[in-house]
């Protein structure tokens, strides 16, 4: 097994916005390789840091890496989405801070047998937390051609959605289609040469594939509002994303909690009775710097999104 490793994008930034107190409560929703978290664990005092993940190699290596840490720190292997039912599980009823790198780990990516990427040859997997049942080859074995096209059009943004989705259900009709490298040379068989020069042909199927199996747009919004929720006065929320569809389900929740009044501009009186929850620290999202993306190119498609609870 390979070592887990992740490069904490915008480490200082997003550590830096969660404003951490030394007697504070704080979660990192996303532990991947421990950065963020050990971040808030050094500048933690008597405080208290829950470190969550849906993948067990990134608790195991997370209780390695924040080991001079440990007697402040709780792991938890779930869903952050869950974030509510964890806390309360913890007797802990509001927290000072949340933090969430929704990024896949380089470690992930980098360990052939997960099925993360396109330049390994491996079983078709891709999935978060191994004990879930679901992977990316009964999606690529199993959904329709309809079904396809619109993972790929709508999760990885693949202007040749259709022409993949029957390349995949035509291949699939000689044989299961069980590898990542099977699947890359489908892929390649549909888009067309000219398009290939420029980026990998399968990237954008891939993420998209990705984002199915672990359904992380499904679920992001809701998880984004049980955060808000767990947040106590002052408390602040630090979101990491990678592509448009992430940023923007969380820029609509951002919206949602700090618009206030929903009224029609001609009532005299307000009547929905809506407060706004959050203050939004970020207008615009903050983007890697030009050192940062020197060092990690992974880290250019990011933006770091931060509110405050009223």
């Known amino acids: 097994m390979g070592e887990f490793k992740h490069y904490s994008v915008m480490l200082k930034e997003t550590v830096d916005m969660l404003n951490v107190k030394e007697g504070g409560i704080y979660v990192d929703c996303t ?95 891709m999935r978060m937390n191994r004990e879930d049942s679901f992977s990316a080859y009964e999606l690529v074995n199993t959904y329709s051609e309809g079904e396809l096209t619109r993972v790929i059009s709508d999760f990885g943004e693949e202007k040749f959605a259709s022409r993949i989705a029957r390349a995949i259900v035509k291949e699939r009709q000689k044989k299961d289609i069980k590898t990542t490298f099977e699947l890359v040379d489908v892929i390649k068989t549909a888009v067309p040469k000219a398009s290939q020069l420029e980026k990998h042909p399968a990237r954008r199927t891939f993420q998209a594939l990705r984002i199915e199996v672990n359904d992380e747009i499904g679920m992001l919004k809701g998880a984004v509002e049980n955060m808000i929720d767990s947040l106590a006065p002052k408390g602040r929320l630090a979101v990491i994303t990678f592509h448009s569809l992430e940023d923007r389900a969380v820029k609509e929740v951002f919206r949602s909690k700090t618009d206030g009044c929903t009224c029609p501009s001609n009532f005299p009186v307000c009547v929905c009775g809506f407060k706004a929850e959050i203050t939004n620290l970020t207008r615009k999202p903050i983007s890697a710097t030009d050192t940062e993306l020197q060092e990690n190119s992974r880290s250019r498609s990011a933006k770091l999104r931060g509110a405050e609870k009223i």
């Not at 007697?71 to 927290?95: C, G």
Request: charged share 30%; aromatic share 8%; net charge negative.
């Open 31 to 125: 532990l991947g390789g421990g950065g963020h978290s050990l971040e808030i664990a050094k500048r933690l005092g008597k405080g208290r840091l829950i470190s969550i993940d849906r993948d067990n190699d990134a608790i195991r290596a997370g209780k390695e890496r924040l080991a001079e840490y440990i007697d402040k720190v709780t792991f938890v292997n779930d869903n952050f989405k869950n974030i509510k039912e964890i806390l309360a599980d913890l007797n802990i009823e509001k927290v000072d801070g949340i933090t969430a790198d929704l990024g896949v780990s380089s470690y992930q990516l980098d360990t052939p047998e997960r099925g993360f990427s396109y330049h390994y040859d491996a079983p078709l997997d």
